[in-house]
């Protein structure tokens, strides 16, 4: 996920091996030959003070790969695996999902979800499954060769 400071710098906020990290965009680095998707968030600015809350809440915390719950759940919807709500890691959609939930774009109250149950193919156009609010939408995906 990419977000801004009040100044405008760029940074990458993820979860990684070595946990959840935000890194200048200018200091990413990407693997040679990768790709990325690439969606802009539209509505209204996400609130600075929010954003610093969310990132305070995960920064450093230990990566996993709890992402086989989310997976497992989508293939057996009517044999499901609880998913705790007060985890001690997160993986990459995860840390993401929450980021949004916690800043006001995504809203998972009205569901039965929640952002550990998040999974990378939610965020692409064919399959969006995302519970936005209804101030925000994202645009097209826009394929980035590294």
Known sequence: MVV???????????????????????????????VCLYRALRGPPVPPAALRRAVRANLGRPYSHDYWRPVYNRFFPHLPLATPAHRRTRFCTDLVAETLARVGVLDFGPTDRTPAETLPSDFTEKQQDLPLTPAYTYDEEIMIAC
């Not at 009040?6 to 990407?30: H, K, M, Q, S």
């Open 4 to 34: 801004t400071d009040t100044a405008g710098r760029c940074y990458v906020w993820e979860a990684t091996r070595r946990g959840c990290v935000l890194v200048p965009l200018e200091d990413y680095n990407f693997a040679r030959h990768s």
